[in-house]
């Protein structure tokens, strides 16, 4: 049985890595978020879901600091953080991987990565996070002199999340990763993905292949206009008529 939208994952119990709490951002006269809850238990990988306009991508802005939220609040490790500047958030330990990647298209690969890692000071702990990101993407190190303006779309993608990664982020939110992507580099970014929360970060997923999404995730919230209508471990997702038929192509 799906859950209320407002109950928690299971694994929640006490105090989560990530809680929204009533959450209502705008842009300008457009409210894109009304009052949306919910949490993200440490070590998890919670899936949002739902149509385009949706809120998805807005919910991400809201918690990274990209689009403040009017009202409600947003606490990391018991700490609130909505109000705290972008940079701020990232030192707390939150890295955002935006939808379309947005990496600096003039760098090269590799210094495209040193600016994920621009909160840091201790070298040696940056030169072992770029050993970490070649683990997870050998072809970056390959590259590593090219412009990111020369990649293909995958390995732009892989670029975007090792960029992420060189902030040593407890929580990482992942925006559309598969967008634009050939079904293998889908395959492959979704290893890579399932391989980053092996090794101990906490991912907050948006992504519009809801198969692909809910055969990761531990948690998954449906989100509609704004709002949050269902709510559910990932199998309970995957055998709902609603999500069946909205989100995976199923009758």
Avoid: C, W
């Amino acid at each position: 049985m799906l859950a209320r939208p407002e109950v928690a994952p299971k694994g929640a119990s006490g105090q989560p890595l990530l809680a929204l709490d009533g959450i209502e951002t705008y842009y300008g006269s457009i409210q894109a978020l009304k009052g949306i809850s919910f949490k993200v238990p440490e070590g998890s990988i919670v899936t949002l879901l739902g149509a385009n306009g949706a809120g998805k991508s807005t919910t991400l802005k809201s918690i990274s600091g990209l689009v403040p939220p009017t009202r409600g609040t947003v606490a990391f490790l018991g700490q609130r953080i909505d109000g705290l500047p972008s940079e701020e958030i990232v030192r707390l330990g939150i890295s955002h991987v935006p939808e379309g990647r947005e990496l600096f298209p003039e760098l090269t690969v590799l210094e495209n990565l040193k600016m994920g890692a621009y909160t840091r000071r201790d070298k040696k702990a940056i030169q072992r996070g770029l050993e970490r990101v070649q683990e997870h993407f050998p072809i970056l190190a390959e590259r590593r002199s090219q412009l990111a303006a020369t990649l293909s779309g995958g390995e732009q993608q892989m670029l975007a999340i090792g960029r992420a990664l060189m902030a040593e982020p407890k929580l990482m939110l992942l925006d559309e990763p598969s967008l634009g992507l050939a079904p293998m580099l889908v395959a492959e970014i979704f290893r890579i993905i399932r391989e980053i929360h092996e090794s101990g970060t906490t991912v907050l997923l948006v992504e519009q292949n809801a198969n692909k999404a809910l055969s990761i995730a531990d948690y998954g919230y449906v989100l509609e206009t704004g709002t949050i209508s269902l709510a559910g471990d990932s199998q309970q997702l995957l055998r709902d008529d609603q999500v069946r038929h909205s989100y995976l192509g199923q009758r």
